[in-house]
Each structure stands twice: as structure tokens, then as C-alpha cells.
């Protein structure tokens, strides 16, 4: 047995002895919420060895061949500068050319591997794009409101106070009546075991921790262990309609868009839950999708199960494609002359008089031109136009004349040839 599998045991068997029935006979969500992470982390700490992990100095695509291959060009380079023996150096070189070349060599191979699951892990390429990249994080110096911030506490500071003004608490009631919505309730719905290990089996992995500090991965590992107190929770909190503080919380990540780096204003947000309130939310999600999904038009595209821009873009494109085959028009000379129908008729008049008007005043303009041009040089211009017509029209029917002559020649040689 390995010892993955010993860590895995013994926290499912100390979660298994736990007796969870103190959830539903707290009748409080925040006590319950607090002893059941209190538990939680004890089984962590009893089943989940600590261990230092160190952050490696080379590339993710390094080799481990290349990383001994390189310390050794290391040890050997510095062998040869306390010794100056040239028998060290040729030593020296030989490794270091064989590292260029393995250095090529996992270069290769890494390009070919990321490519090779773009179509099915497109997160695998983008994790390669941003280790190529030299400026990694959040730079030393920051500025805010003409500030400069340069220690971590600062920078902290200044996020939080940007992040804090792009945001406005509404105190106010809501103008709306939930009267009227009353088969919108959730207070009614009962959660079962089975329901919340389907939900916890189909997060990701990969996320990581939240606020909770529980990942993924430990819900999913203690699945069957843990679904029974998480549905006990769950219904707690559905019947008090209380939502725990913990929960409430989350991790806000500054992203950078576009500009100045070293601009706070040049970041947004991004809020990292806990993965057991992201259950909740999926729960709400589902009921809420199950009841209203009567009232949502089939033309809706965003924010929908199965759907997005691409099946949007698709059912436009097979709207256009069928229109122009069967001859029809997407929008009707009916709807085109509506809005002219519901305009205001002294505004379409008015537009009307102001365009005569402007043609009325070119009219004017030319038959003044025209007025005071040179009547001599006009009957001049026309004169020399219609004799270049006219040779025109000479040379023409001379060319015409002798393409006849021509082709009779042609034809009168063809006969006699015949003839002979």
C-alpha cells in the first residue's frame, strides 16, 4: 500500500467515526459551520503529512537528464577556473555543448507535446505562454491616484481602496413584491446523498483552495464521507435561510488588462470562492433553472446550460443561409417602411423642404455660371468637339473599308486554292 492511499484511508475513517447528527440539532448555521471545519482540519492534520515544497529555479520543460546535466556543467566550469588545467576545460566544453543540444532537444519535444493537446486542454498552452514570458506578477513599484507605493503592505492597500470604489452598497429596499413569485421558494427542497456527490464529483481538481482552505481535490478524494454532513448543511442553511459568513468570503486576485503596469487602475478583479459554497450556488442554479425555464425564450444564448456566442453565431448563420436559398428577405419592405410610418410627419416634411431648397440654390448657381461665361469661346469649344467627331468618324469607316478589302483578298486566295 502506498502511502498516498494511507492518507487517503485514515481520513476517511476518521470522517466516518464522526457522529454528524449535532448539524441538524444545532439549528444555528454558524456553529454548525465552525465545528464542521473544526473536524475537517483535524483529520488534515492527522492524515496529511507536511512537506516543504521548493520552487524550482529551471523551466517547467526542463528534463531531469538536462537539470544534472547542468549542474555538472556547473561543478566542471568551476573546477576549470581554480585549476586553469586546459584537460578541465575540454572537459567543460564537451558537457556544455551536450547540454545545448538536450536544451533544444526539451524545447522541441515540449512544443510538440503542447501542441498536441491544444484541442483538448487549451489551459496547457496558455500556462506554456505565460512561462515564456520574462515580467511574471505584480511589478515592486505601483501607482495610485498620483502615489507611489512601494512596499507589499502599500500595494495591498491600494488595491483594496481601487477595488472598494468600483463598488456602491445599495441599502434601499427593493422596489419589487416577492408575493407574486411564491412557487419560487427553495425553503421546500430536500437534498439528497446521492444528488451532492454528483455535484462534488464534478468540480475541478485543479482549482485551487478558497478562503475554507479546502480544495477540490480533498472533497472529491472524501466524496462518500463527506457528502452526508455537506447535505445535512446545505438543508440547515436552506431552512434558516441563513447563509454562513465563512462562506461569504473570497480571495480577490488583481488581473491586468491593458496599459501601464504599474497602473492600479489598469487591473481588475477576480474573486476566488470556496468550493463547498460553489456547490450551494450550483444547487440554486439547477432549481431555479428547473422552474424558469418555461419563461426563457429559445432564441436565448447567453448565460444558458449548453449554449453560447458559437451556437449563436451558428443559428445566425443557418437563419441567413436558409433566407437567401428559398429567396425570402431577413427584414420585410413592410418592416422597412415602418419606422418611416411611425415618424413625426412634420419632421420628414421639414427634411424634404430643406433638400428641395438645397437643389433649388445649385439650379440658381449653374444658371448664373453659365450666364457669365464667354458665349464665343462656349460655341468654339463645341465646334472644335464635333470636327474631332467627325474625323473620328472618318478614320473609322476607312478602317472598316479596308478590313473588307482585306478579307475578300483573303477569301478570293482561299478559292483558287481549292479550285487548283
Same mark, same amino acid.
Request: with cysteine.
Given at each position: ?52 515544497? #521548493?520552487?524550482? +529555479?529551471?523551466? =517547467? ?6 537539470? =544534472?546535466? $547542468?549542474?555538472? +556543467?556547473? %561543478?566542471?566550469? %568551476?573546477?576549470?577556473? !581554480? ?7 575540454? *572537459? ?35 500556462? /506554456? ?5 520574462? #515580467? +511574471? ?33 445599495? *441599502?434601499?429596499?427593493? &422596489? ?14 430536500? /437534498? ?21 482552505? $479546502? ?28 447563509? !454562513? ?15 501601464? %503596469? ?11 470562492? &470556496?468550493?463547498?459554497? =460553489?456547490?450551494?450556488?450550483? $444547487?440554486?442554479?439547477? #432549481?431555479?433553472?428547473? $422552474?424558469?425555464? *418555461? ?8 448565460? /444558458?446550460?449548453?449554449? &453560447? ?13 436558409? @433566407? ?10 413592410? =418592416? ?34 453659365? #450666364?457669365?461665361?464667354? @458665349? ?27 478590313? @473588307? ?16
Amino acid at each position: 500500500m502506498t502511502r498516498l492511499c494511507r492518507q487517503e484511508l485514515t481520513a476517511v475513517l476518521l470522517l466516518n467515526s464522526v457522529d454528524w447528527s449535532f448539524i441538524r440539532s444545532t439549528g444555528d448555521i454558524e456553529l454548525a459551520t465552525k465545528r464542521f471545519y473544526d473536524i475537517l482540519f483535524e483529520g488534515i492534520h492527522k492524515s496529511v503529512s507536511r512537506k516543504i515544497i #521548493e520552487i524550482d +529555479k529551471y523551466p =517547467k520543460w526542463y528534463s531531469p537528464e538536462l537539470k =544534472k546535466l $547542468i549542474n555538472l +556543467k556547473n %561543478k566542471l566550469y %568551476k573546477r576549470y577556473k !581554480s585549476s586553469k588545467c586546459e584537460d578541465d576545460y575540454k *572537459h567543460y566544453a564537451a558537457v556544455r555543448k551536450e547540454t545545448k543540444f538536450l536544451i533544444d532537444l526539451c524545447f522541441l519535444c515540449c512544443i510538440s507535446s503542447v501542441e498536441l493537446t491544444i484541442p483538448t486542454n487549451i489551459k496547457h498552452f496558455w500556462s /506554456f505562454i505565460n512561462s515564456l514570458r520574462k #515580467e +511574471k506578477g505584480i511589478p515592486n513599484t505601483m501607482l495610485y491616484e498620483n502615489r507611489s507605493l512601494d512596499s507589499p503592505e502599500d500595494i495591498l492597500n491600494g488595491f483594496s481602496e481601487y477595488f472598494q470604489s468600483c463598488y456602491k452598497n445599495y *441599502h434601499s429596499e427593493p &422596489s419589487y413584491s416577492l408575493t407574486a413569485a411564491s412557487n419560487l421558494l427553495l425553503s421546500n427542497h430536500s /437534498f439528497t446523498v446521492d444528488e451532492r456527490e454528483k455535484k462534488i464529483l464534478a468540480l475541478d481538481s485543479n482549482k485551487n483552495s478558497g478562503p475554507d482552505m $479546502i480544495p477540490p481535490l480533498l472533497l472529491k478524494g472524501c466524496c462518500y464521507s463527506l457528502s452526508t454532513p455537506l447535505c445535512e448543511l446545505f438543508q440547515l442553511s436552506f431552512n434558516t435561510c441563513c447563509f !454562513s459568513e465563512v462562506w461569504k468570503n473570497s480571495n480577490l486576485f488583481p488581473i491586468y488588462k491593458a496599459g501601464d %503596469k504599474c497602473d492600479i487602475k489598469n487591473y481588475r478583479g477576480i474573486s476566488l470562492v &470556496s468550493s463547498i459554497p =460553489k456547490l450551494i450556488e450550483s $444547487i440554486i442554479t439547477d #432549481e431555479l433553472f428547473e $422552474i424558469t425555464k *418555461h419563461l426563457i425564450a429559445e432564441e436565448q444564448h447567453g448565460f /444558458f446550460r449548453g449554449r &453560447s456566442t458559437t451556437t449563436n453565431l451558428a443559428v445566425f448563420c443557418d437563419f441567413l443561409s436558409n @433566407n437567401i436559398e428559398t429567396g425570402k428577405r431577413p427584414l420585410t419592405d413592410d =418592416k422597412l417602411h415602418q419606422p418611416l410610418e411611425e415618424s413625426d410627419d412634420d419632421n420628414l416634411i421639414g427634411l424634404l423642404e430643406s433638400d428641395t431648397e438645397d437643389l433649388v440654390e445649385t439650379d440658381d448657381e449653374l444658371r448664373h455660371l453659365l #450666364e457669365e461665361s464667354d @458665349n464665343d469661346n462656349f460655341i468654339g469649344l463645341l465646334e472644335s468637339d464635333t470636327e474631332d467627331l467627325v474625323e473620328t468618324d472618318d478614320d473609322v469607316e476607312d478602317e472598316i473599308i479596308e478590313t @473588307n478589302n482585306d478579307n475578300d483578298s483573303d477569301d478570293n486566295e482561299n478559292r483558287q486554292k481549292i479550285s487548283s
